[in-house]
């Protein structure tokens, strides 16, 4: 578990229009009875929440942050705290029970906090009676309640809760920024993390998974191989089963592998164009570049990408997992 210094303002990666909003609130003593996060998944609105929670709870706060020490700050940190309450979905979406139940623990004051904090994550997963169920919260909340929603970037709600909420907008994480925070966090150099932090656009929530599933060495192995082998060689089938095998049993991260072998074969594609080394993704197969712009054309290249696509259709159709990476590895080599 993460120490509770991890959650604190001066902690949270990029986002500073956001919080800049929310310590004004705060400061000004106009502390909304609903905010909606929006924005991109994986940048961090759900810590933001939590943070948010324990700031307006905090025994000892400044005018910029919380102090992170006094009791209420350590048992929100915790997630232990009696007046916060996380909904998630429960399955696929917010169920009409979880909503009815969270009407009847707000009959009810806090127990011990001045406000008790509210997280809805991904409200957009809610169904219209759901919906509408927390639309008459919304409308008219008890006090000393502070209800936070989180949604998606892309997602639609109903305009009526959008229109009862302050919304606090959050956008993808400053890349250089977010390579540091892996580089502290996971131990990586930082090739690999400013490749995982343009890969996932920004979403630290992203990188960490890509990192959690070791994709980023899984493509360096294939990559490494196709560049190192030829067509004739004896050691290719082998070499190919042992790559297909590992592949295959990513199961339903393949297609994220195949969408890091494209983004590799698109910095390819524009090296040998002509384009500058400085503005590629893959920057963690930077040492691999020179000898694949000697090997393949552009014609050589684009055909990969093709390839690529196929067997992502392949995958759709529910074909053998295994065999679809026989094939495409043995084309690329």
Same mark, same amino acid.
């Given at each position: 578990?993460?120490? *509770?210094?991890?959650?604190?303002?001066?902690?949270?990666?990029?986002?500073?229009?956001?919080?800049?909003?929310?310590?004004?609130?705060?400061?000004?003593?106009?502390?909304? *009875?609903?905010?909606?996060?929006?924005?991109? =998944?994986?940048?961090?609105?759900? +810590?933001?929440?939590?943070?948010?929670?324990?700031?307006? #709870?905090?025994?000892?706060?400044?005018?910029? =942050?919380?102090?992170?020490?006094?009791?209420?700050?350590?048992?929100?940190?915790?997630? #232990?705290?009696?007046?916060?309450?996380? &909904?998630?979905?429960?399955?696929?979406? &917010?169920?009409?029970?979880?909503?009815?139940?969270?009407?009847?623990?707000?009959?009810?004051?806090?127990?011990?906090?001045?406000?008790?904090?509210?997280?809805? $994550?991904?409200?957009?997963?809610?169904?219209?009676?759901?919906?509408?169920?927390?639309?008459?919260?919304?409308?008219?909340?008890?006090?000393?309640?502070?209800?936070?929603? %989180?949604?998606?970037?892309?997602?639609?709600?109903?305009? %009526?809760?959008?229109?009862?909420?302050?919304?606090?907008?959050?956008?993808?994480?400053?890349?250089?920024?977010?390579?540091?925070?892996?580089?502290?966090?996971?131990?990586?150099?930082?090739?690999?993390?400013? %490749?995982?932090?343009?890969?996932?656009?920004?979403?630290?929530?992203?990188?960490? &998974?890509?990192?959690?599933?070791?994709?980023?060495?899984?493509?360096?192995?294939?990559?490494?191989?196709?560049?190192?082998?030829?067509?004739?060689?004896?050691?290719?089938?082998?070499?190919?089963?042992?790559?297909?095998?590992?592949?295959? #049993?990513?199961?339903?991260?393949?297609?994220?592998?195949? =969408?890091?072998?494209?983004?590799?074969? +698109?910095?390819?594609?524009?090296?040998?164009?002509?384009?500058?080394?400085?503005?590629?993704?893959?920057?963690?197969?930077?040492?691999?570049?020179?000898?694949?712009?000697?090997?393949?054309?552009?014609?050589?290249?684009? =055909?990969?990408?093709?390839?690529?696509?196929?067997?992502?259709?392949?995958?759709?159709?529910?074909?053998?997992?295994?065999?679809?990476? $026989?094939?495409?590895?043995?084309?690329?080599?």
């Amino acid at each position: 578990m993460q120490t *509770h210094s991890h959650y604190t303002f001066n902690n949270l990666i990029g986002q500073e229009r956001a919080k800049d909003l929310l310590r004004r609130s705060i400061a000004n003593n106009r502390v909304g *009875h609903a905010y909606l996060f929006r924005g991109p =998944d994986g940048v961090g609105k759900k +810590r933001t929440a939590l943070t948010l929670a324990a700031y307006i #709870n905090c025994q000892a706060p400044d005018t910029k =942050d919380l102090c992170g020490r006094c009791q209420s700050c350590r048992k929100f940190h915790s997630g #232990n705290h009696p007046d916060l309450q996380v &909904i998630q979905p429960d399955g696929a979406m &917010i169920k009409i029970n979880q909503i009815r139940q969270l009407k009847r623990t707000l009959a009810f004051p806090p127990l011990e906090a001045k406000y008790r904090v509210v997280i809805v $994550e991904d409200v957009q997963t809610m169904r219209r009676e759901a919906a509408n169920s927390l639309l008459k919260t919304l409308e008219e909340p008890p006090p000393d309640n502070l209800l936070i929603l %989180t949604v998606d970037q892309s997602s639609e709600l109903l305009p %009526t809760i959008v229109s009862r909420c302050q919304i606090i907008p959050f956008s993808p994480l400053p890349y250089e920024q977010m390579a540091q925070t892996l580089m502290h966090e996971d131990s990586l150099d930082h090739e690999t993390a400013i %490749t995982l932090a343009a890969i996932s656009e920004g979403s630290l929530g992203q990188a960490k &998974i890509l990192q959690d599933n070791r994709l980023l060495d899984c493509r360096r192995q294939i990559v490494e191989n196709v560049l190192s082998l030829l067509p004739h060689q004896p050691e290719v089938p082998a070499a190919v089963f042992q790559l297909a095998e590992k592949a295959a #049993n990513l199961k339903e991260q393949l297609p994220d592998l195949f =969408d890091l072998l494209r983004i590799w074969l +698109r910095d390819l594609l524009y090296l040998v164009a002509g384009g500058s080394e400085s503005l590629i993704i893959s920057r963690d197969l930077t040492a691999t570049m020179a000898v694949a712009r000697e090997r393949w054309s552009l014609e050589e290249l684009s =055909d990969m990408l093709r390839l690529i696509n196929q067997a992502e259709k392949k995958l759709l159709r529910n074909c053998n997992r295994t065999l679809v990476c $026989e094939v495409l590895f043995f084309s690329l080599i």
